[in-house]
């Protein structure tokens, strides 16, 4: 089997899905635009190839790499780049070089678009905030009236929460038309509640493999608020959160792949969407959790979510079995700027029976996931608020 990876350099999770398809002896097959002497050490050696680009923003490039592919290593079976951004340049190869797998070229404006992600919504019958595409001042006006301030807005391509802002009030709401940013922006309902996402392998025929939960505040907040970073995941996916994912999961048609939803789990009751305590979708990524969340799977469910993906690709099921041995994997991450009431050693000596892992995250994840993290798992909530209270103070 020929597997090929865009842009496998970022994020470092990349990594370890190219050593478990290479342990199950698929050809994984890179392009990037990082030189190869640069890749970490467990990359290099899980890569059947690489092929250097000068960048991946020139289509032609990567068109010839996938192409000398072929030519060396036949047909590619499956191509994928589990970062968001390049979802768009995956789904041009596959329709280039007719790969089965995988979201196509005039599939994947639902996908990308929060526009079009919204309308899926609503045709499934999916709980979600009402949205307007921004155009004018007026109609703007118009939509905050009917769905009361705050609202959101934010680009209707966009990565995460780059970008997106809360409109507080009309005063607020004039500047932002003001200043209109030059490319499509659309403006949601703002709902109060905490950020529940639905993360799953998904195998042939929309078939859950394997799922997990996290949760975590607004990471909107938590950026424009230069807010500490706290969340954590679990094995206890709720009832109904699992229902609306694996709907979801069907509406979009997202067999074989690894799967990132955003919901607000409501705090309360809103006309059209739920009482509080209900669930409603924000949007889909198709692709895994970033940062360290895939680890944080890993240990809040002693598996390996890598190994399971790995299984899906090569053998069309899941063959890991699953461990009752179960843990919340809690998240803290100290940003810059911010004076500390407990040092690194203090942090250590205290939880070093829990911790399993604690780094300096790469400086693009400052803003959004902080710059230290410690990640440490519990069996009891009280003792996970307890590691966050102290960690952050």
Request: glycine share 6%; aromatic share 12%.
């Amino acid at each position: 089997m020929n597997y090929v990876i865009i842009s496998p350099a970022y994020p470092l999770s990349i990594t370890f899905f190219c050593d478990r398809l290479s342990q199950l002896g698929v050809n994984v097959l890179a392009i990037g635009d990082v030189p190869f002497d640069n890749l970490n050490d467990q990359l290099k050696k899980a890569l059947t190839e690489y092929y250097y680009v000068n960048t991946l923003e020139d289509y032609d490039q990567v068109y010839r790499a996938a192409a000398f592919f072929i030519h060396k290593y036949g047909r590619i079976d499956w191509l994928e780049s589990m970062n968001e951004y390049w979802l768009p340049v995956d789904a041009r190869l596959r329709t280039d070089f007719n790969i089965s797998v995988g979201t196509r070229d005039n599939e994947i404006g639902d996908l990308i678009r929060k526009s079009g992600m919204k309308r899926v919504f609503f045709e499934a019958g999916i709980p979600t905030a009402r949205q307007h595409i921004v155009s004018d001042l007026e109609s703007g006006k118009a939509f905050a009236e009917e769905v009361g301030y705050p609202v959101i807005v934010k680009p209707d391509i966009g990565v995460g929460a780059n970008g997106a802002g809360k409109l507080n009030n009309e005063a607020e709401l004039i500047s932002f038309y003001a200043d209109l940013p030059a490319v499509p922006y659309v403006m949601e309902e703002f709902l109060s509640g905490d950020i529940c996402t639905y993360d799953a392998v998904i195998g042939l025929n929309c078939e859950p493999l394997f799922e997990s939960m996290c949760t975590y505040p607004s990471v909107l907040d938590s950026v424009q608020n230069d807010e500490d970073v706290h969340f954590y995941t679990t094995a206890e996916v709720p009832q109904r959160l699992r229902e609306l994912g694996r709907k979801a999961v069907i509406a979009f048609g997202a067999d074989c792949r690894f799967v990132h939803f955003e919901f607000i789990n409501i705090t309360k009751d809103y006309e059209g969407i739920g009482k509080a305590g209900d669930y409603a979708l924000m949007e889909v990524n198709m692709r895994p959790a970033g940062g360290h969340d895939p680890d944080m799977m890993n240990y809040a469910q002693s598996v390996d979510v890598y190994r399971i993906y790995a299984e899906m690709v090569t053998y069309g099921r899941r063959i890991s079995p699953d461990s009752d041995d179960h843990y919340l994997c809690a998240y803290a991450a100290r940003k810059d700027g911010h004076v500390f009431s407990h040092s690194h050693e203090k942090i250590m000596e205290r939880y070093r029976n829990d911790i399993v892992l604690q780094e300096e995250m790469p400086p693009i994840d400052w803003p959004s996931m902080g710059r230290y993290v410690y990640m440490a798992r519990f069996k009891q909530k009280t003792e996970m608020e307890e590691f966050f209270a102290f960690v952050l103070d």
